[in-house]
Structure formats: structure tokens, C-alpha cells
């Protein structure tokens, strides 16, 4: 019988094939550099792509005291966390995170778009924030990438 058959290939760690990318963040506008970002280290840009395994690629991001955010998110935008204690909830703006650390903001932009599970935090493992442009994963040989080419 000369029928065409398609099979559905379902990734697993043995058959993922992981890359190291490496991603600029000067200019970038901080949300959609994180959804870009993490679109990538979800693996949704490949063919083989399963959604309950990790496939996706691990980025490095350089810059990261360089991007944007529109409008007036610099002082309304607030990260929210608590200490434990009663009344111990306690907000910065995103102006405040950013003078701690800009890293951080960028972390937590690409972490709140990846799934909320024990996946999700395998995933953000794979990500790489720094401030500058020098990073240590060139043992890696990661390739960089221009994110404007991922639709």
C-alpha cells in the first residue's frame, strides 16, 4: 500500500538539541524583548517543539541596563513581594528595581511569561542576564541572534 504516512515526533532530553544564543538588549523595548526571549528558551521556534519538555534553547542577554519601557511604566509599573511577616508586603517602582539591579527587571519580564510550574522553573535556569557587554558563556560559543528576525 503506498500511503503517506506522518508520524508526530515527540521530543525528549535525549533527542532536544539545545543551542546557545545570545541576545542584545540595548534599545529593546522590555516587553517585547521577554516574550521573544522567552519563546526561545520555551524551544516554540522549532519544529519538534513539546510542550512538557524543556527544548528550547538557552539565552544570554547583554545590556541589560539599556532597555526601554513606553509610556509611564518607569514609575506606575510596581513589583510586589512579601516578607512573611503580617504588613510585610512591599513594593518597588520599576525605577527603584532598576537602580538595584537592571538585571533584575529583565529576569523578571522573561520569568513571569514562562509557565508556572516545575517546567517553568527548569527553563529559568536557562536564561542569562548581565549588565554590560561582556558575559561568561563564551566557552558556549553562542551564536547571537537578532530578535526583530523572530516573528
Excluded at 522549532?46 to 526601554?68: L, Q, R, S, W, Y
Excluded at 532598576?98 to 511569561?113: D, I, T
Amino acid at each position: 500500500m503506498n500511503t503517506l504516512s506522518y508520524r508526530t515526533v515527540s521530543a525528549n532530553k535525549a533527542t532536544v538539541n539545545k543551542e546557545w544564543l545570545v541576545v542584545d538588549a540595548e534599545g529593546e523595548v522590555l516587553g517585547r524583548l521577554a516574550s521573544k526571549v522567552a519563546k526561545l528558551i520555551r524551544g516554540k521556534h522549532k519544529p519538534n517543539f513539546t510542550p512538557h519538555v524543556d527544548c528550547g534553547d538557552n539565552v544570554v542577554i547583554i545590556n541589560a541596563e539599556k532597555i526601554k519601557l513606553t509610556g509611564n511604566k518607569w514609575n506606575d509599573k510596581t513589583y510586589v513581594r512579601h516578607t512573611g511577616y503580617p504588613g510585610g508586603q512591599r513594593t518597588l517602582s520599576a525605577i527603584e528595581l532598576f537602580g538595584k539591579s537592571p538585571s533584575r527587571v529583565v529576569e523578571k519580564a522573561v520569568k513571569g511569561m514562562l509557565p508556572k510550574n516545575k517546567l517553568g522553573s527548569a527553563l529559568f535556569r536557562n536564561l542569562y542576564v548581565y549588565t554590560g557587554g561582556e558575559h561568561q558563556q563564551e566557552a558556549q560559543k553562542p551564536k547571537v541572534i537578532n530578535l526583530n528576525d523572530i516573528k
